[in-house]
């Protein structure tokens, strides 16, 4: 893999991506907004505190991580499949001196700039609502960045195995959508059945949701583990997304 | 001077043999045609020269290098239209050339004079800021060929160049190429219309089933067989019309 070839498909993707963020950079707003507004104030009305912090303040955080893990997954789970099959972007980039495993690359580093910037979106958006307790919370920018590329190696390995667009919806229901609800987001997970517990502590979100918790009250020594988790997590997982797209694309 | 080598070539897909056991060379300068039915091979053995995909069996050399051992230094050096336009959507007429240009490493200065002097070239200098999508079915070959000059290539590949055009675009795109090969480019071609390939090719490969049944020039191919070029592709093709 050659970096430099990687971030030319890299820029491709943000010259695409400038003409367009205006009109979607609102919309990631919106849906954090509209989670917090009705569970956090309506919700939070009922159940005021969790472990001795308000419900607003304690769902918050995990907006974050949820915004950059939706933010990297669609990017490369619809996103790399349309420009891999219908608009066949990825045909025209090979016939240049990019070679294949530079284009990997470049969808993972390109998925992870952007779950970084959308969760960084949201650090702003609730730090003016005063929903953030320490500044400690600008470490979480780089880590970010780490869990994006997680994201999207997930996203990429779904993308090289689907036999088509529609089966993406497995991936979202099956994987996304509980990830989403078992992530300690909206609640802790310790009342529920241990094994429940079990299968959240392997999955990638549980562990951003800790970080960004952690990190937002301060915390930092709470967020090490988690850190350490998703970093493994992406070290194991790297030669994946190439060896799947290669046997994808290439025959 | 031999420019592209093949040698023993084979390419299997799973158990089909698209390409069985071909051999051929083409020389610097040259304008090479691969003719034959839908299915015959051809876009595999372009595919392969231009390193999209590696060869099952054999050797292939472009430029000299062998298509395993560096495909980036190939392609930095070849521009390929593809049978299907690969156009990028989500950008605008100018930007799919300087974009391109950026995965060549040229970078913006250099690309965007370039790219507006092949705009020129292929007759879009009006449509610079348009939308890939308004553009009409032979603007868009004329840009994937504008966009297949960026590199200022040393072999040109075309993969079905003119399919789906009208008289005046498929002769404005022959004047392209006739001018290119002026300029020494090395154009290798695959088509069905027997007229380009007349008027175009130096030599031809016929192509059936895999396999090469003859490389030889239009005019040879005439002498030897009798009639025109197309009596003689259906005469080795061995498919003959219902009357």
Known sequence: MNLKRALRVWQRHFTVYKKLYRYSIVLNFVEPALYIIALGLGLGAFIKEINGIPYVNFIAPGFIASSSMFAATYECTYGTYIRMTFQKTFDAILSTPVNLQDLVAGELIWGATKSMFYGTIIIIAITLFRLVDSPFIVLLIPILFISGLLFAQLSIICAAIVPGIDSFNYYYTLFMTPMFLFSGIFFPLDPLPKIITYIAYFTPLYHLANVCRSLSAGHVSGSLMSIAWLSAAVLLLSPIPFKLMRKRIIK | ?243
Request: aromatic share 6%.
């Open chain 2, 1 to 243: 001077m031999n420019i592209i080598k093949a040698k023993n070539l084979i390419k299997d897909y799973n158990s089909f043999r698209a390409v069985n056991n071909i051999e051929f060379e083409i020389q610097e300068g040259e304008c090479f045609g691969f003719l034959g039915p839908n299915g015959a091979g051809k876009t595999t053995v372009m595919r392969i020269l231009y390193c999209f995909m590696p060869p099952s069996f054999g050797m292939v050399e472009v430029l000299g290098i062998n298509v395993l051992s560096n495909p980036s230094q190939i392609k930095s050096k070849i521009g390929v239209m593809p049978q299907e336009d690969n156009l990028d959507i989500d950008l605008t007429v100018l930007q799919n050339l300087i974009v391109y240009a950026r995965y060549f490493d040229i970078p913006k200065h250099t690309s965007n004079p370039l790219a507006i002097e092949l705009l020129g070239y292929v007759e879009l200098e009006d449509k610079i800021n348009a939308n890939i999508l308004s553009l009409s079915g032979g603007m868009k070959r004329s840009l994937s060929l504008a966009r297949s000059l960026i590199n200022c290539p040393e072999i040109l590949i075309l993969d079905e160049p003119t399919t789906g055009l009208d008289p005046y675009n498929r002769r404005m795109v022959w004047n392209k190429l006739n001018d290119l090969k002026s300029k020494n480019t090395t154009l290798v071609l695959t088509t069905h219309y027997m007229e380009e390939a007349d008027k175009l090719c130096d030599r031809v490969a016929i192509m059936d089933s895999g396999r090469i049944l003859t490389i030889d020039s239009p005019s040879n191919l005439k002498k030897i067989h009798g009639g025109t070029l197309e009596d003689v592709y259906l005469k080795l093709t061995g498919r003959p019309l219902e009357p």
